[in-house]
């Protein structure tokens, strides 16, 4: 098989990013992002994906944790896609019900070639108001739609129920994690681009 790996990186003004993503690993993980609690996200989001990955980032912290999570969502995505190529035998579709406790993410992923992103936190708290210590909630949001678009699919995650902001957070993770597992998994009755256009 051949392999399907991405090296990106990504300097800007505000941010200074390496990324390297292998689709076909076994969960490892080496990431810094000066972020501890995105550090943690990041790393079960390669275990749960199934996926190596190693993300080396520096961004301006002192002004906030925006540009530095966005941006790695940013690089995570286009690595993705690079590492993809020409979506040949993949499954496509990825679903996930995932359960932290008192939390649940539901995730459904497609992966289509046209970015979409839906976030739906029914009888949630404003995710603006939630932190999982010093970190936002709401740059889940951020991060999973600069993944989107620059992965080139398509992307609906409902938190269903919540108490604590980290299992929120944590569920959302693995639940993407699991899904974009199973989408990008080959299927061996499938030896073309799974779609009647004949690409993705």
Known sequence: MLSRTAIVERSTNETEIFLSLDLDGSGKAVVQTGIPFFDHMLCLFARHGLMDLEVNARGDREVDFHHTVED??????????KALGDKKGIRRY?????????????????????????????????????????????LLEEFFRAFSMHGMLTLHLEI???????????????????ALAA??????????????????
């Open 72 to 81: 790695v969502g940013i690089c995570l995505g286009r690595a993705l896609e």
């Open 183 to 200: 989408s990008v998994e080959k299927d061996e009755r499938v030896s073309e681009v799974p779609s009647t256009k004949g690409v993705l």
């Open 160 to 178: 269903r129920a919540a108490r604590d902001t980290h299992h929120l957070l944590e569920a959302s993770f693995k639940g993407v994690a699991r």
């Open 94 to 138: 990825g679903f996930a019900l995932m359960p932290m406790d008192e939390a649940l993410a539901q995730v459904a992923i497609d992966l289509s070639g046209r970015p979409f992103f839906a976030l739906r936190t029914p009888n949630l708290p404003p995710l603006s108001l939630l932190y999982a210590g010093t970190f936002p909630a709401q």
